[in-house]
């Protein structure tokens, strides 16, 4: 299934090395920003010549970002984001399984569940249940239960917009930084493995419960190329 659709526009009048960058969920709305797709903006950019892959600016619904490749990988990118409020208690009770539910706003809102295990979590129907909760109405957020496990950190993420489980998730990686770090349970830079199996890595300063000066990196890569003809039908 198709989870999502990027467009990306150079952007000459904001100055050399601006793009464009608008991100569609597979319901067919636009999202303000999606982390995982800026990364694979900025590889894309540079990819296409649109901007440079030491630096560019991605201009999207939810503000001005300022992204580059990793030097020297092949497929990592990074983004810098805006700085990020101490999470909110919504007041939801944890179901058994769960620790803390707190709610984190990167760029989009995220309904972070830390959990005993990830792969014991039943996404479809705990994470509808959460994304359509009261306490977070009307318009809901991602859910992204996140776990502690032998070999690191790991997540899993129920997608508004999407209705179901997609394979990463960066805004909710940056989210789930911010509530471990406020609750002293990790340390910056923290790396989280995805359901892909890739792992985020997000950097930045825990300041009285939020993060400073945040940076999101992880996998962007290119897959295949195709292109659009317009045939005029006789």
Known sequence: DL?????LTPRIRSGPGAVRFHFYNNDGLRAPMCGNG???ATRLAATLGLASADGMVLEADAGTYHSRCVPGSQDRSEIDLADVAPPANPGIPPAPGERLIRLAT???PHLVVLVDDVSAVDLPVRGRALRFHDAIAPGGANINFVAATPDGWAMRTYERGVEGETLACGTGAMACATVLAGAGLVALPWSV???SGCLITISGQAVAGGLKKPRLAGQGRL?????LENHQTP
Not at 223 to 227: G, I, L
């Open 3 to 7: 989870f999502s659709f990027l467009e």
């Open 38 to 40: 800026s990364l694979c």
């Open 106 to 108: 990167v760029a989009v």
């Open 193 to 195: 493995r995805t359901a």
């Open 223 to 227: 897959v295949f190329r195709a292109s």
